[in-house]
């Protein structure tokens, strides 16, 4: 039995499970090359029928999520979806009626699911999916949390477990509260649009001049470097207030965003982000906190792109009232297509349990690789073995190069986990000058992130043993020791988010090991692999081409060693 599920909002894209099983999942920005893609996922839909060999009409169920007003209005008239978009990514200059447009955009997204909503999406959703030549279906309609909750509760090491969601919204809901026991999942809180987190942070991401649903991580980044304040005298501490389990917003979304321009108009950047971080931080642990109190369940699962921040991951991470927790690496509104099919299948089957990898894309093999770079007279081509691979790379990268390294099946997920990545010496400052310039051209306060062995996580990170992050969703203090070593991978503040390797990925681990032979820690510098701006790569052409762009000189892909002439 096969479900597929769709999601086709921000960060769109497709899963499909086949017998209980995940088989495929991908981003439609991986196909489209446009990051963060808004649109139907023909192509991913596409991909994942292909991965698994099955034709539309063979499709038994189809899942997607979300039919809240403004959702169903976008699918009506995709052309309001695509100038956002447009304009969101800079694509065109601020239009005159910016003003309009964003009360326009709270207003409609906060109104939540209206009664001819649900039938008017069905409709849509059909078209798209019969030209596809999807016949004899059934399609599934699954409430926005709910998604996010089915992804988290279901792929969680836990058995019993709270499961808690909070994003900007969706469905006309921000945050959710979830018992996950004896194979059932339970909802007892919900928190409405009006009172969203994730919109406040959304928000004073755009007044600082940044992507809204984008660049919020560089919002957290720059909090770090100002001075550090009382709670007591954050200019926004009465913006939010928790008590109990509810979360309550002071202002509604309108009078929210004039109140915080209004204090960001008199506050320093890096001032202002900090006051943002500091109350966004307070809230949500005392937010989860309190949920874990009241459900005395103290194994919680995280999904909603809230749970993107990092810093306030650690925060949490820190609770004492924690005891493990597991935050779904695709946490956002790109892992809904998921979270669909697994309620879906969940519904109809009963399975609630899944072993999970996020290893879930697009693989090549070495002839398809070979087949890709014939005829390219720039480059030269050398076959390895995976164990050659794996040594040579750290070889080039202990004498401080940096290397692309594409490997295997793409990864699901925001994150490059050592599939699609960028491969570069922790320690040193100027290879990290060289990426920065060349390929990835971050903000002077971006920092990179590491992935190490996880057999040496305990001497490098101040590391409690709450959860193997094997999906780089958290920050971690890096032991003062070990600060040196990982310097050109670490936040200003010492922290790092960092991926801990083991056999979920042999190859990977095997170049660690390789690594900790030449400079005695098994850590490296891991950056997705993708020029800024664009998307992480998908196939072998699109490699070769970033390689051609940003003349890197080596590149190890699936059993090819290659060098670019041009390269330096
Ligand atoms: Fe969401």
Same mark, same amino acid.
């Given at each position: 039995?096969?479900?597929? &599920?769709?999601?086709?909002?921000?960060?769109?894209?497709?899963?499909?499970?086949? $017998?209980?099983?995940?088989?495929?999942?991908?981003?439609?920005?991986?196909?489209?090359?446009?990051?963060?893609?808004?649109?139907?996922?023909? *192509?991913?839909?596409?991909?994942?029928?292909?991965?698994?060999?099955?034709?539309?009409?063979?499709?038994?169920?189809?899942?997607?999520?979300?039919?809240?007003?403004?959702?169903?209005?976008?699918?009506?008239?995709?052309?309001?979806?695509?100038?956002?978009?447009?304009?969101? *990514?800079?694509?065109?200059?601020?239009?005159?009626?910016?003003?309009?447009?964003?009360?326009?955009?709270?207003?409609?997204?906060?109104?939540?699911?209206?009664?001819?909503?649900?039938?008017?999406?069905?409709?849509?959703?059909?078209?798209?999916?019969?030209?596809?030549?999807?016949?004899?279906?059934? =399609?599934?309609?699954?409430?926005?949390?709910?998604?996010?909750?089915?992804?988290?509760?279901?792929?969680?090491?836990?058995?019993?477990?709270?499961?808690?969601?909070?994003?900007?919204?969706?469905?006309?809901?921000?945050?959710?509260?979830?018992?996950?026991?004896?194979?059932?999942?339970?909802?007892?809180?919900?928190?409405?649009?009006?009172?969203?987190?994730?919109?406040?942070? #959304?928000?004073?991401?755009?007044?600082?001049?940044?992507?809204?649903?984008?660049?919020?991580?560089? =919002?957290? !980044?720059?909090?770090?470097?100002?001075?550090?304040?009382?709670?007591? $005298?954050?200019?926004?501490?009465?913006?939010?207030?928790?008590?109990?389990?509810?979360?309550?917003?002071?202002? &509604?979304? =309108?009078?929210?965003? *004039?109140?915080?321009?209004?204090?960001?108009?008199?506050?320093?950047?890096?001032? +202002?982000?900090?006051?943002? /971080?500091?109350?966004? #931080?307070?809230?949500?642990?005392?937010?989860?906190?309190?949920?874990?109190?009241?459900?005395?369940?103290?194994?919680?699962?995280?999904?909603?792109?809230?749970?993107?921040?990092?810093?306030?991951?650690?925060?949490?991470?820190?609770?004492?009232?924690?005891?493990?927790?597991?935050?779904?690496?695709?946490?956002?509104?790109?892992?809904?297509?998921?979270?669909?099919? =697994?309620?879906?299948?969940?519904?109809?089957?009963?399975?609630?349990?899944?072993?999970?990898?996020?290893?879930?894309? $697009?693989?090549?093999?070495?002839?398809?690789?070979?087949?890709?770079?014939?005829? #390219?007279?720039?480059?030269?081509?050398?076959?390895?073995?995976?164990?050659? /691979?794996?040594?040579? !790379?750290?070889?080039?990268?202990?004498?401080?190069?940096?290397?692309?390294?594409?490997?295997?099946?793409?990864?699901?997920?925001?994150?490059?986990?050592?599939?699609?990545?960028?491969?570069?010496?922790?320690?040193?400052?100027?290879?990290?000058?060289?990426?920065?310039?060349?390929?990835?051209?971050?903000?002077? +306060?971006?920092?990179?992130?590491?992935?190490?062995? #996880?057999?040496?996580?305990?001497?490098?990170?101040?590391?409690?043993?709450?959860?193997? $992050?094997?999906?780089?969703?958290?920050?971690?203090?890096?032991?003062?020791?070990?600060?040196?070593?990982?310097?050109?991978?670490?936040?200003?503040?010492?922290?790092?988010?960092?991926?801990?390797?083991?056999?979920?990925?042999?190859?990977?681990?095997?170049?660690?090991?390789?690594?900790?032979?030449?400079?005695?820690?098994?850590?490296?510098?891991?950056?997705? +692999?993708?020029?800024?701006?664009?998307?992480?790569?998908?196939?072998? /052409?699109?490699?070769?081409?970033?390689?051609?762009?940003?003349?890197?000189?080596?590149? +190890?892909?699936?059993?090819?060693?290659?060098?670019?002439?041009?390269?330096?």
């Amino acid at each position: 039995m096969y479900v597929l &599920g769709l999601w086709d909002g921000h960060d769109a894209g497709a899963a499909l499970i086949r $017998d209980g099983e995940i088989v495929y999942a991908a981003n439609e920005e991986r196909f489209t090359k446009r990051k963060l893609e808004a649109n139907f996922p023909y *192509r991913s839909i596409q991909a994942a029928l292909d991965y698994a060999e099955v034709k539309p009409h063979e499709i038994d169920n189809v899942a997607f999520t979300t039919t809240e007003f403004a959702k169903t209005l976008w699918r009506v008239f995709p052309g309001i979806r695509e100038s956002y978009y447009q304009f969101r *990514r800079r694509r065109m200059l601020k239009p005159s009626f910016e003003g309009l447009r964003h009360d326009i955009k709270y207003m409609t997204t906060t109104v939540g699911i209206l009664p001819a909503c649900g039938a008017i999406s069905r409709s849509v959703i059909s078209r798209s999916l019969n030209r596809m030549g999807f016949r004899g279906y059934k =399609l599934h309609v699954v409430e926005h949390h709910t998604a996010h909750a089915a992804t988290a509760a279901f792929t969680s090491p836990f058995g019993r477990q709270l499961v808690i969601t909070c994003d900007g919204l969706g469905d006309g809901v921000s945050a959710t509260v979830n018992t996950f026991d004896d194979g059932k999942l339970i909802r007892h809180i919900t928190i409405g649009a009006r009172d969203s987190l994730g919109i406040f942070y #959304e928000q004073a991401t755009n007044i600082v001049g940044m992507r809204e649903m984008e660049d919020e991580g560089k =919002l957290m !980044a720059m909090a770090d470097y100002s001075y550090p304040f009382d709670f007591e $005298d954050n200019a926004l501490k009465h913006f939010f207030s928790a008590t109990g389990t509810i979360i309550r917003a002071r202002y &509604g979304p =309108l009078k929210q965003f *004039r109140m915080l321009q209004r204090i960001a108009w008199k506050t320093p950047r890096e001032q +202002f982000s900090y006051f943002v /971080q500091q109350l966004f #931080e307070n809230i949500l642990t005392k937010f989860v906190s309190n949920s874990v109190d009241r459900f005395n369940i103290h194994d919680v699962a995280f999904a909603g792109g809230v749970f993107s921040n990092i810093k306030a991951n650690m925060m949490v991470r820190n609770l004492d009232a924690l005891r493990h927790w597991y935050i779904f690496p695709h946490m956002g509104d790109g892992g809904i297509a998921l979270g669909s099919a =697994l309620y879906t299948n969940y519904m109809l089957t009963g399975k609630s349990k899944y072993a999970f990898s996020a290893y879930l894309g $697009d693989s090549f093999d070495e002839s398809e690789t070979e087949h890709a770079f014939k005829g #390219e007279r720039s480059v030269t081509v050398q076959r390895e073995s995976a164990a050659e /691979q794996a040594a040579h !790379a750290a070889e080039l990268i202990s004498k401080g190069n940096y290397v692309f390294w594409c490997q295997g099946r793409m990864e699901f997920g925001p994150r490059a986990l050592g599939d699609r990545s960028i491969l570069a010496p922790s320690s040193s400052e100027e290879v990290k000058e060289r990426l920065n310039i060349r390929v990835k051209k971050r903000e002077w +306060f971006q920092p990179f992130a590491p992935s190490m062995l #996880e057999e040496d996580v305990g001497s490098m990170l101040e590391y409690d043993g709450k959860g193997v $992050d094997k999906y780089m969703t958290m920050a971690y203090m890096v032991k003062e020791e070990m600060r040196d070593i990982t310097k050109a991978a670490m936040h200003i503040d010492g922290s790092a988010r960092a991926q801990m390797v083991g056999a979920e990925n042999p190859q990977y681990m095997d170049l660690l090991k390789h690594i900790k032979r030449h400079s005695g820690s098994g850590v490296v510098l891991n950056t997705s +692999f993708n020029i800024h701006g664009l998307p992480i790569v998908r196939t072998p /052409q699109d490699a070769l081409e970033t390689m051609k762009a940003t003349k890197t000189k080596y590149m +190890f892909i699936n059993g090819l060693f290659v060098t670019n002439k041009a390269g330096a």
